[in-house]
């Protein structure tokens, strides 16, 4: 019994050196959505819109100055995980590239020229790290209500809940984890967007009105 517990000990200490050797400071992450060049979404399948992104943070208030918690070997939070830039300029910056990608103009939110409007409602960015007895998994979740309207008459077009998950496994994980992960969260989550039927009939049905 007692050489299982000093195991046991061993094994926690050993996994909170691989949380990071440095759990109580806190990490700053800036995750990023960066366009394959020379690759196109279904979005390129839509005629040349004029589109307005909007994206409001909703996130639950307790989790409006972090992206996430770096946690010890015992699963207790020990420091936040902050992001360099904010999580909402983050995810309309992220659509805005994929648009622009594939042959669309982001204008301005004040821009009557639009075509079409995306608002974005963002519930929630996170990161969360679970230690297993053999590896640390890493889970990021990006979630929010989309709404895509007429840009002429503000008619709503689509409106729903889209959400992304993004899980690694690893042996280590740094403060690169978080931002790896919250990265890869991000890119399924443009992914899921610029693929959704709804999304892209809705966008489709805003193009003849220009």
Request: hydrophobic content about 40%; proline content about 5%; charged content about 25%.
């Amino acid at each position: 019994m007692k050489l299982v517990s000093v195991s046991l000990a061993v094994v926690l200490l050993l996994f909170g050196s691989l949380l990071g050797g440095c759990a109580s400071m806190d990490a700053h992450v800036t995750p990023v959505y960066t366009v394959e060049p020379g690759k196109k979404s279904p979005l390129s399948t839509i005629p040349s819109l004029a589109v307005s992104i909007q994206v409001e943070d909703q996130r639950n208030q307790f989790e409006l100055d972090r992206v996430g918690n770096k946690k010890n070997g015992y699963g207790q939070n020990m420091a936040k995980v902050i992001p360099d830039k904010a999580p909402a300029d983050i995810l309309r910056d992220a659509l805005k590239a994929e648009f622009e990608a594939n042959n669309h103009k982001v204008v301005a939110p004040d821009v009557s020229q639009a075509d079409a409007l995306v608002k974005v409602g963002l519930k929630r960015f996170w990161s969360e790290a679970t230690i297993h007895f053999f590896d640390i998994e890493m889970v990021s979740t990006l979630e929010t209500d989309i709404g895509i309207l007429s840009g002429t008459d503000q008619d709503t077009l689509s409106s729903k809940p889209l959400t992304s998950t993004f899980r690694d496994s690893r042996q280590y994980a740094g403060d690169g984890a978080f931002e790896d992960s919250l990265k890869g969260a991000l890119l399924e989550y443009v992914r899921t967007f610029s693929r959704d039927p709804a999304v892209l009939d809705a966008l489709r049905s805003a193009a003849p009105r220009k």
